[in-house]
């Protein structure tokens, strides 16, 4: 059985840094592209960045690109999300999601994954 669980979140001031987590079990790790998704309340959910299998190669949602980093360690069956310059706007539950199979141009699309956690709040506030 798969399992994505995420860690790190919680309130921040804006400006502030954090790191976000998640560990993977029940699968190979290796083998699949892995993605952070957030979602806020009311709205769907969003795309904000990916690292694939093969390569990994990372992509980023224009609204993160330059303040967010995606990192994989694959001897952890870890994938991490660092923050700088945190927003108001990014406050948000952040979900990782993962697939062995999936295709580069699904890559920002959330159902197209097979696997996901159960999410991390990140509240960016004074």
């Known amino acids: 059985q798969v399992q994505l669980v995420e860690s790190g979140g919680g309130l921040v001031q804006p400006g502030g840094s954090m790191r976000l987590s998640c560990t993977a079990a029940?699968?190979?790790?290796?083998?699949?592209?892995v993605a952070w998704f957030r979602q806020a309340p009311g709205k769907e959910r969003e795309f904000v960045a990916a690292?694939?299998?093969?390569?990994?190669?990372?992509h980023y949602s224009p609204s993160v690109a330059g303040r967010f980093t995606v990192a994989r360690d694959n001897t952890k069956n870890a994938l991490y999300l660092h923050m700088d310059n945190l927003k108001a706007e990014d406050s948000s539950v952040y979900y990782c999601?993962?697939?062995?199979?999936?295709?580069?141009?699904?890559?920002?699309?959330?159902?197209?994954?097979?696997?996901w956690g159960q999410g991390t709040q990140v509240t960016v506030s004074s």
């Open positions: 029940g699968l190979t790790f290796s083998r699949y592209t």
């Open positions: 999601e993962s697939d062995e199979h999936l295709i580069v141009r699904n890559l920002r699309t959330a159902s197209a994954y097979d696997y």
């Open positions: 690292i694939r299998s093969s390569g990994g190669h990372t």
